[in-house]
């Protein structure tokens, strides 16, 4: 038939858990592809419920993609259903050229050159339009033609399925109908879903476009036999990140994963909706020499009978597998091949199965083994992996299992297992059992090796470690220290420091990278395996003392004034490993430190600093202030006053290391306490106490005006705080030499002129007035308009800082002002291309609940409430903060609120 391109209006899915963030850069046209596919899927699903009705029916043959989407034979009559599903009403210009076309095939039928009566049965999961019914009811109707909806049947032929409103409902009714079906063993699910992909299959040609009625039990026997032979499915099988199909262009594909990274249960899984023929076998604990008769022999009896079985000759070895891939080929049967536990297998071995069955789909399973190189090189392939489970799975599953996870501690149980399956189920049990459910508990036992109880993830992996040599060992221990990807130059330093030569070095990281322990970047980098760090951070414990401080100082000499997140978090833990707490206060003194996915766990040296007496004062303030500011951006208020009472009280020592830089920074800090306290009074009093001790119109003058006018905002004094941050702005733009064409042309522009500026820093100030003064104009309901443009440098100047936090946040003020004046869809670009990628890059996970909620609402917005559904859905595995659970809540009511008013066939 022709692609019926309004199918891109088809109706909503089912929720997906782990959907992450695409990477679309037209997000419309994403939209668009994902609708037409689903469009697609309904249609092959209404296909699958015609054949499983088939025989009972009485039909002789069912076609697809002929001249209308699925061709029915009887004896007597031919139906023609073309399957139409839309959001809204079914129009006549929907179906016209369909009734139309059926003029011309009708006189086929009348002239004799087709047989039997032909009818026209249009398919739809939509209401009719009243322009469509009242022609359906006029006498010039065509009485060959019908149209069947959600409850409204076909008089004539009841045994058609019953159209679903919506894709799930859809399945639903076919899943019913499979329960019908006498294969006890093949769930009812497992066999819609095979009849699915075989239908997709016929869609292209294959098989004659059709299936005879009569050779559907053979078919699914042929699904039982296949099945049966791999492992058991779980109960509920959780998709991989972006899950490959089994099957791809290449004839050998190679997939190598450690013991528990699901590979068989993904084969197993992707069996179950492949429409070619399946063979599964295990090679484990086989004698190398009898695999290729054992194989030929599986494949003879899944896809070979009668002569062709017959005349195999007698035998074991390569011989029998070439002469059954020859019969195959004669009777033009396609096979794929999953053959696992390869690894146990020699690498030449395994070559010549690959050569013996040329034109086969061979899927290798295997653990990481010295050979697997060599192998792939021989059969000119890539080693792939599975991704593992994502943040959103790992939440889910945790939750099934009465364990607590915020999205931060998901994303901490993702990198101490590497997402993979065995290492997260097994995580969640020890969560429950050994730490009371809580996830938090569980991560930090784990990552400072006091947990009791041994994890899979441990007994596999020990395994593995016990195979390396002991300088393999001791490079692995370098990685562990390492912890960040490091170039092959950087490595034959750290290799130097601890007595490694440059061969050496590179030769074990090789022994390692062979044990499948290492994860190669295509710039040369190198860093172990996430799955494996929690062990290999014994081997690092493993080297002398002196050796181990030695590495460590030279890794802070290589990672010093690196850019990216993750070599300045692992930059400044080293600073607190080494006991260098004064150079991170000198860093967090800088702008834009708090705003840029900070290591946490540097917080509590700078505690130790904070009430260290022995310190000099000055450390001790600059320890209160980096506090302080953590708890601000907490809002932890309570915890704020305590550290600026500190302040205050190192300040009145009178102590030579504070100057006057100390006292502003202490200034800024009472506002936001008065600010925060309501106290008009003494906020006003301590600025204009402060602000005379300071140079009229210099940087402290207009860093106080700033924070008096946060403080301001506090008070909800919105007004005032507005004025009196865009005069700010006005200030610092004067100071920076800017103007509006600077701020709102170009991005590249602006950047050149900050990497010109003498100061820097002052960007990031003068984007904090723009962002104080729109917040302020919100709160007084100014939300969208000319008033609220400044959002935009806000965003743009945050980002030019490395001012993340800040960022993305200005980028949600942004998103709302687009989605208060209607333009969902730049606000949607917006999100998913600028503000998630950025919160994900910069480890800003308590920004993520918030901002995928958003999404949520503006893909309701944009009519696709199915996604808005499951995107609001993958976050309910998370334990959310109360400000989250709230947001959450509003979120879905208005999700919920748009889509009521929706036609019920659009969600």
Not at 515 to 537: E, K, N, Y
């Amino acid at each position: 038939m022709q692609a019926d391109e309004s199918q891109a209006e088809a109706t909503g899915a089912e929720p997906q858990h782990g959907r992450e963030v695409p990477e679309a850069l037209d997000g419309a046209q994403l939209q668009r592809i994902t609708s037409l596919h689903r469009g697609f899927t309904y249609q092959h699903l209404y296909a699958v419920g015609c054949l499983l009705q088939l025989r009972e029916a009485g039909a002789r043959l069912l076609r697809v993609e002929r001249d209308e989407d699925v061709e029915v034979v009887f004896d007597d009559r031919y139906l023609y259903l073309q399957v139409k599903t839309r959001q809204g009403s079914l129009t006549w210009s929907d179906v016209q050229g369909a009734v139309e076309q059926f003029a011309r095939i009708r006189g086929e039928h009348t002239s004799g050159r087709r047989v039997g009566i032909p009818w026209l049965i249009v398919v739809t999961n939509a209401k009719l339009g009243p322009d469509l019914l009242e022609r359906t009811l006029k006498l010039s109707w065509p009485t060959d033609v019908a149209l069947v909806g959600p409850g409204t049947p076909h008089p004539l032929e009841p045994w058609l399925p019953t159209p679903g409103c919506d894709l799930a409902a859809m399945l639903k009714w076919c899943i019913e109908q499979a329960k019908q079906v006498p294969f006890g063993s093949l769930s009812a699910e497992t066999l819609v879903w095979k009849l699915a992909a075989c239908v997709q299959y016929a869609c292209t040609g294959a098989h004659g476009h059709g299936f005879v009625a009569a050779t559907l039990p053979r078919l699914c026997e042929q699904f039982v036999e296949e099945l049966q032979a791999f492992p058991q499915l779980p109960a509920i099988y959780w998709s991989h990140v972006g899950e490959p199909k089994l099957l791809s262009d290449a004839p050998v594909r190679l997939i190598v994963g450690f013991s528990g990274a699901g590979k068989t249960t993904w084969a197993a899984h992707a069996a179950a909706h492949c429409p070619h023929p399946i063979t599964y076998f295990d090679a484990a604990g086989m004698p190398t020499a009898s695999v290729p008769g054992a194989l030929a022999r599986e494949l003879a009896a899944r896809h070979l009978s009668g002569p062709d079985a017959e005349t195999l000759p007698a035998g074991d070895g390569i011989d029998v597998l070439r002469a059954v891939h020859a019969a195959l080929s004669d009777a033009q049967i396609n096979v794929a091949v999953v053959i696992d536990n390869v690894h146990q297998l020699e690498a030449e071995n395994v070559r010549l199965l690959a050569n013996a069955l040329p034109t086969a789909r061979m899927i290798l399973l295997g653990h990481p083994w010295p050979d697997q190189l060599p192998l792939a090189a021989h059969l000119g392939i890539t080693p792939e992996a599975l991704p593992g489970w994502s943040t959103d799975t790992i939440a889910a599953i945790f939750d099934d299992e009465g364990c607590t996870l915020d999205y931060g501690t998901a994303q901490r149980v993702l990198t101490l297992t590497a997402g993979l399956p065995l290492y997260v189920l097994n995580s969640t049990q020890l969560t429950r059992t050994a730490f009371a459910g809580d996830g938090a508990a569980f991560c930090d036992a784990v990552l400072a090796q006091t947990h009791t109880t041994a994890t899979a993830q441990e007994f596999i992996l020990d395994r593995a470690f016990d195979l390396l040599t002991p300088r393999a060992r001791a490079a692995a221990g370098l990685l562990a220290i390492a912890e960040v990807p490091v170039t092959g130059a950087e490595l034959q330093q750290l290799a130097e420091a601890a007595g490694q030569g440059p061969a050496q070095a590179a030769r074990t990281v090789r022994d390692l990278a062979a044990h499948g322990l290492t994860q190669d970047f295509a710039d040369g980098r190198v860093t172990l395996h996430d799955a494996v760090r929690p062990i290999a951070s014994s081997a690092a414990d493993d080297l002398p003392h002196d050796v181990a401080h030695r590495v460590r100082d030279v890794l802070l000499q290589i990672l010093e004034g690196q850019h990216g997140l993750a070599r300045v978090g692992r930059w400044m833990r080293l600073l607190t490993e080494t006991g260098r707490v004064e150079r991170l206060l000198d860093l967090a003194s800088e702008d834009g430190f708090f705003e840029a996915g900070y290591p946490r766990a540097i917080r509590a040296a700078v505690a130790d600093a904070a009430e260290d007496p022995t310190r000099d004062i000055a450390v001790r303030f600059e320890a209160h202030n980096t506090l302080g500011a953590w708890a601000y951006y907490d809002a932890d208020w309570e915890a704020y006053a305590c550290h600026v009472s500190a302040m205050e009280r190192l300040v009145e020592t009178g102590d030579s290391g504070i100057g006057s830089r100390e006292r502003v920074l202490l200034a800024t800090h009472q506002f936001s306490v008065f600010g925060h306290t309501k106290d008009l009074r003494r906020l006003a009093g301590a600025f204009l106490a402060s602000v005379e001790q300071v140079v009229a119109g210099s940087s402290q003058d207009r860093v106080l005006r700033y924070n008096f006018a946060k403080a301001l905002y506090h008070a909800d004094q919105f007004a005032q705080a507005d004025v009196l941050a865009a005069k700010s702005a006005d200030d610092y733009c004067e100071h920076l030499g800017l103007d509006v064409d600077n701020l709102y042309g170009p991005t590249a522009d602006l950047q050149q002129w900050f990497h010109a500026s003498d100061s820097p820093e002052e960007y990031k100030r003068l984007a904090d007035c723009f962002s104080l003064s729109v917040r302020a104009r919100r709160r007084q309901g100014i939300v969208s308009g000319p008033m609220t443009m400044a959002a935009i440098p806000a965003m743009n100047l945050y980002s030019l800082t490395g001012s993340w936090l800040q960022a993305v946040d200005s980028g949600q003020e942004v998103v709302d002002i687009l989605v208060n004046a209607g333009s969902m869809q730049k606000a949607l670009n917006i999100l998913e291309r600028q503000l998630l990628p950025v919160a994900q890059e910069y480890n800003l996970s308590e920004m993520m609940i918030g901002l995928r909620s958003h999404r949520a609402v503006i893909l309701a917005h944009t009519g696709d409430i199915a996604a808005a559904r499951a995107e609001i859905d993958g976050l309910s595995s998370y334990e959310p903060s109360p400000q989250q659970a709230s947001d959450i809540r509003r979120q879905k009511d208005i999700i919920e609120s748009l889509a009521a008013q929706q036609p019920r066939s659009a969600h």
